[in-house]
């Protein structure tokens, strides 16, 4: 079957000049995939497969252009060529023949290649007729056992491209999924970030989970985890979305943090353990940065006390010193716990948390982003008090009492801790 050739594979796009590779020299991998499919990148990542001599040809080009080189896999022979705006991969050929690397490969839509020099797409696979079907087919099961890193891809590919799985490959992902333990733990983490960054990747989890794959890493999850993802991008969307009242650069502000770091937060409290000391170990597992398990629990923590109605000011003072920065992602969560009906309705369940979300985003706001009105050492001095944990306390108090309203001014913050002492 003849295949046209895109013409945004053509060399003319490519960060180097066709003459740096030898003949032959073939594109393979996602960038040919893409291409077929007529999807834009943003960044270029481009894979080649060079019968010999692969670091030797990727580091003349690096040399040339004065680009970064990295060794990736001296055995293989494998490198990297670093652009400002894109990035190549020259692997050795696998087997003496292109077609028996092909056959290396994880997924027939993924080892299409395109020679250059002939301007002619190598398919011995069928991944053009999969490409066209919109499906995700193995090359074979044992490729899969060889790299099971290669199960947790199908999901997020299938997640990317809007793709399905082919029946039979997914038969067997379940069958080798005890098998993903043996890959490492960040590169597996790598795989689940993209699959919680975006709803499209919900759906993939939950087919993930039921196949026995990723319970392996989270293993209290189940259907019902699954379905609370669903709310909690319900829950971002209409955090985005409905906060009308907010300025359009607050609206921007909400509608970034809660995409880029607080929807992936608020899904993987959604996944762990619920008690945070277990959640701490599953994240650990996972290679997750103590920054994230931080948000994690943290937001696992607090977002019960969201649901309280009528809270203090005090009350409201220590929620957020404790929430910080995971305000956000608590919210969230909070909003994605609620009875799916509620989260439906939209800005019913919404509002019951915009007066502290209002303050959250105010930053003069008093009691949500308090300020000292007087300095520890200042306490000491004019109390003369010594050092101890009753200063901190005291700043405590001092800036509860600045949010009611009680004081305002420094002499009167001396004057109420003097009351106190
Ligand atoms: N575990 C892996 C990783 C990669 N590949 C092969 O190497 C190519 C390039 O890998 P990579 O750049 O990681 O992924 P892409 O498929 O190019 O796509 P994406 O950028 O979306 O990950 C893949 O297309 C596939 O042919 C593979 O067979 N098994």
Same mark, same amino acid.
């Given at each position: 079957?003849h295949?046209?050739? *895109? ?13 740096y ?13 893409d ?15 060079? *019968?010999?001599?692969?670091v030797k040809?990727?580091r003349a ?18 490198a ?7 990035t190549?991969d020259?692997?050795?050929?696998e ?13 027939t839509?993924?080892a ?9 797409i ?10 066209e079907?919109?499906?995700l ?13 290669r ?6 590919q299938a997640?990317?491209l809007?793709f ?12 080798l999924?005890?098998h ?9 983490r ?7 960054a975006s709803?499209?990747?919900t ?15 989270f293993?209290?999850?189940t259907?019902?985890s699954c379905?609370?993802?669903a709310?909690?991008?319900k829950?971002a969307?209409?955090l ?21 770091t607080?929807?992936?937060?608020a899904k993987?409290?959604?996944l762990v ?16 940065s ?12 607090l977002? *019960? ?15 957020f ?6 305000f ?5 969560l ?5 009875? *799916? ?9 919404l ?9 959250y985003?105010?930053?003069?706001d ?10 520890g ?9 010594p ?32 009351k106190?002492?």
């Amino acid at each position: 079957m003849h295949i046209p050739v *895109p013409s945004t594979l053509a060399p003319e796009n490519w960060p180097f000049s066709l003459e740096y590779l030898p003949q032959p020299a073939y594109m393979v991998g996602g960038a040919v995939r893409d291409a077929i499919l007529g999807r834009s990148r943003e960044y270029l990542d481009l894979d080649f497969v060079i *019968p010999s001599d692969a670091v030797k040809v990727a580091r003349a080009i690096a040399r040339r252009y004065q680009a970064g080189f990295v060794l990736l896999d001296a055995e293989r022979k494998i490198a990297r060529v670093v652009f400002p705006n894109a990035t190549a991969d020259f692997a050795q050929q696998e087997g003496d023949s292109l077609t028996t690397d092909l056959h290396r490969r994880d997924f027939t839509i993924n080892a299409i290649a395109y020679n250059p020099y002939t301007q002619e797409i190598i398919d011995p696979l069928q991944g053009y007729a999969d490409l066209e079907q919109r499906q995700l087919r193995m090359v074979s099961p044992i490729n899969l056992a060889n790299d099971p890193l290669r199960l947790m891809r199908a999901y997020r590919q299938a997640a990317q491209l809007g793709f399905t799985i082919e029946p039979t490959t997914q038969t067997t992902i379940r069958t080798l999924a005890s098998h993903i333990t043996e890959v490492a733990a960040e590169r597996v983490r790598v795989e689940i970030g993209y699959l919680l960054a975006s709803p499209q990747g919900t759906p993939w989890i939950a087919s993930a989970v039921k196949d026995g794959v990723i319970t392996h890493f989270f293993r209290n999850a189940t259907p019902e985890s699954c379905q609370k993802l669903a709310a909690v991008d319900k829950a971002a969307a209409l955090l985005t979305k409905n906060w009308s009242q907010l300025g359009i650069e607050l609206q921007q502000y909400v509608r970034d943090t809660v995409k880029t770091t607080w929807l992936g937060i608020a899904k993987l409290a959604c996944l762990v353990h619920p008690n945070p000391e277990v959640a701490e170990i599953e994240l650990q597992e996972l290679t997750y940065s103590r920054a994230e398990i931080r948000a994690v629990t943290t937001a696992l923590k607090l977002f *019960p006390r969201l649901n309280l109605t009528n809270m203090s000011l005090r009350e409201q003072y220590f929620l957020f010193q404790e929430a910080g920065i995971v305000f956000v992602a608590t919210v969230v969560l909070a909003l994605s716990n609620n009875t *799916p009906v509620e989260v439906m309705s939209g800005n019913k369940s919404l509002s019951a948390y915009a007066p502290l979300i209002s303050r959250y985003l105010n930053p003069d706001d008093l009691v949500a982003h308090a300020t000292p009105l007087v300095s520890g050492k200042e306490l000491i001095i004019t109390l003369n008090i010594p050092a101890s944990p009753v200063v901190g306390e005291l700043l405590t108090e001092i800036a509860i009492a600045r949010a009611e309203g009680k004081i305002s001014t420094p002499a009167e913050a001396i004057a109420f801790v003097r009351k106190l002492v």
